[in-house]
Every structure is written in C-alpha cells, then in structure tokens.
C-alpha cells in the first residue's frame, strides 16, 4: 500500500470541508482534502449565509464573488396560516453585510474550490476515507481511490469500485464528511440524538409573481419556509407530519441536469399548490416550472465530544439540527476558524494539544444553546402576544448564533436564558 504524508487531512469537500481547507492553507499548513463523491454539489441544498459568515468570506477575499452569485435578504418575517406576525430586520445588526445571502449551495461549493486552487490546493475527488490508526505523533489513515465501472450482462449498471489504497501520515485527520460521518463512526465519537427526527420535502420552481426579499418562516401546526432565491425562483420547504407521506422525489444528487419528466412535474406542481394554499393561504401566486425537489430528514443530534487528540470534527459530522435558521453550516465556518487558528498554534508555534480542549468546550456551550439543552428563550412583558406563545418554537429558526443569536432574539424581544 502506497503511503503518503501531510500535516492536515480533511475529509468532505462540502461547504466546510472546502472552507477548512482554504484556512488551512492561508496559515501556511500544509493540507490534503478528499471527497467520495466525483465534483461539488450540482443543487441549491443549505443556502442561507449569515452575515457573519459573509465577513469571514470578506476576509480571504471572497465576499465580491459570493456576493455577485447571491441574493440579499433584508428580511426573516414570520408569519401564520393568516397573516404576517412578526418579523427581522437584519439592518438593524449594525452589520457590516446587513442581510441575509441566499446562495446555491452549488454555486458556494464552486467558488470555495475555485479559491482553494487558487491557493495551490485541489480536492480529490474520488477519494474515500476508510479507517485510521492514531499513533504517537501522528494519525495513519486509510484511503481509498474509487472508479467507475460497468457490470452486469443483460441489464448493464454503473457502480464504483476500490482501485487503489494509500496509507496518509497526518499529524490532524478534521471530519467534515456530513451527517453520516465515516470519521466519526470510526473514531466512535459519541452522537448524541437530542430530539426527534424532523422531515422535510423541498420544492424549487419559478413563481408567477415577484417573491420579495425575504425569508417567510410559517409557524403552525408545522413549520414551512419561503425561500426567495436568485434568479427570479424560489422555494417552498414544508415540514412532513409522521402520519403524511410524500410523493415519489428524486434523490439529492450531484448531477447538473435532472431529466424532465412532465408528468412527475406537474402532480409535484400540483401537490405544491395544494399544500402552500392550506398552510399559507396568502401565497397567491401559481407554481411554475419544478426545477429541483427533494425530501429530508433531520435530526436533532450533537458529538460529544467533537473530537479528541489528533482526530475531530467540523459542521454536520459534530452536529445536526433543522434547516430554518440554517445555523449548522454557518457554525461549521465559525468552528474551522477556531480550529485552524489552535492548529497553527500547535504546529507552528509550538503550542500542545491541551489548547484543543477549548475548542470541544466552545462546540458544546454553542450547541447546548442553540438546541435547547441549556437556557432557551424567554419573553419579557412587553414581548409580542404571537411571538410569546411560539417562543418555544423560535430557537432553531432565528439566522445565527453566540453574540448574533442573542441580537436577534432581541430583536423579537426575547432574551436568552
């Protein structure tokens, strides 16, 4: 088996793997990142970036491309089946990017592999984490390579095979491969299941009338989002109750081209209308043209620790939580930040092991917050009637968190416990 050597492996090139990488990098570390699949996302999954986030993109040069590619959202408005009820306004942050960017996670992947070349880094692709060994100094971990290949006679297929293995020397192995984290599971990191599982079916198609500018979060007996994206479309995301079953969806894929299918199209068209008339009765407008769905199960779940020694994990391999307030992937970006900077100290500066443990301390008092398990929201006397009576609802909804959670929680004239 061949081996090689680097002083970081990253393993998942999503949103937070590709960022890590690019931090790496720019603090002169040297870092090797794989993925299992064959290119970056080809669909518009997670797509809200926080204004927080936007600055650290700024500082690595990248705000003026993302924000080209992106939507500005100036407004988190929460409405009933009735009617508007209450609402965020993100210029009231004294942000230095006051709005939310509603950005393809497509076209965020693509711009984050594009810098990370430009910094002399390319992913490789095709390249599956299998297992590793944590030794002294270093971690040895197994990766395999993959091919495509055909099999089968009368009903040829396609499938992907081992076509080779390497050994990698890493001084760090960073997890950000997902919520089905391979690296987690070999490390055998506890992932601790901290509510049930949440279903979600994602619908995107172009609307007869103009969306506004902002994010429509509608608390009911469900929650469901309008989402406006760029390029005149939009999105509907309506929660699944356990006794509802959702129609026949394609898988999230990483393909650029979803084959029409008029048929399929049009009962998903109708199934949308139907839906968004019962639980947002004031959505007037008539769906058109169904370019991407998908259905989706969250769980509310959390790594304690998030990783130990020489092994840890960034994003939804540490934590995972709904899609409204789309608070996973950017807090994925917050930790790397924190990671890389302890690495660097540890690497390059002669600093010991002992300053990761803030790191894990940082990751659970976060999410401890942010999933409920600590403190929560609590209305004051002049708080809102609507917002009073859904309080309990509103953490895992509101864009942000730390400093930028308690901001907006004000905002609606909540504090947190």
């Not at 509603?102 to 990370?116: C, D, K």
Request: with cysteine.
């Amino acid at each position: 088996m061949r081996e090689t050597g680097t002083e970081v492996l990253v393993v998942g090139a999503g949103p937070v793997g590709l960022w890590t990488a690019i931090l790496l990098a720019e603090a002169g570390i040297e870092v090797s990142i794989i993925d299992r699949e064959v290119r970056t996302a080809a669909r518009s999954y997670a797509c809200g970036i926080h204004p927080r986030t936007l600055q650290s993109l700024a500082g690595v040069g990248m705000a003026d491309a993302v924000l080209e590619r992106g939507r500005r959202i100036h407004r988190f408005a929460f409405w009933d089946r009735k009617a508007f009820q209450a609402e965020l306004k993100f210029s009231e942050l004294n942000s230095t990017y006051p709005f939310l960017l509603i950005l393809p996670q497509s076209a965020l992947e693509s711009l984050l592999e594009q810098r990370l070349q430009k910094a002399g880094i390319n992913v490789h692709w095709n390249h599956r984490f299998a297992s590793f060994v944590e030794e002294e100094e270093c971690v040895a971990a197994t990766v395999e390579e993959l091919a495509g290949t055909s099999t089968g006679y009368i009903v040829p297929h396609w499938e992907m095979v081992v076509k080779d293995r390497a050994q990698v020397r890493t001084q760090f192995l960073i997890g950000a491969d997902g919520h089905g984290s391979l690296v987690r599971q070999v490390a055998g990191l506890n992932y601790q299941r901290v509510g049930d599982a949440e279903f979600f079916a994602a619908f995107e198609f172009e609307s007869s009338d103009p969306v506004e500018d902002e994010v429509r979060v509608v608390l009911d007996e469900t929650t469901d989002v309008l989402w406006p994206l760029p390029d005149g479309k939009c999105r509907w995301t309506f929660q699944l109750l356990r006794h509802e079953l959702a129609a026949e969806f394609p898988e999230k894929e990483r393909r650029a081209v979803r084959l029409a299918q008029p048929q399929v199209d049009e009962r998903i068209r109708q199934y949308v209308e139907k839906v968004s008339t019962h639980r947002a009765p004031w959505f007037t407008a008539h769906v058109q043209n169904i370019s991407w769905c998908s259905e989706v199960a969250f769980e509310r779940r959390l790594a304690k620790p998030s990783g130990q020694n020489r092994y840890w994990l960034l994003g939804d391999a540490a934590h995972q939580t709904g899609p409204v307030g789309i608070q996973s992937v950017n807090s994925g970006f917050a930790e790397a930040e924190g990671l890389v900077s302890r690495l660097k100290k540890i690497l390059h500066e002669g600093g010991k092991l002992q300053v990761l443990q803030a790191h894990n301390q940082e990751h659970e008092k976060r999410w401890n917050q942010l999933m409920g398990l600590t403190g929560g929201l609590k209305a004051r006397a002049d708080t809102n009637s609507w917002v009073r009576a859904n309080c309990a609802k509103l953490m895992p909804c509101l864009p942000g968190f730390d400093a930028e959670l308690t901001k907006l929680a004000n905002l609606l004239g909540l504090d947190l416990a």
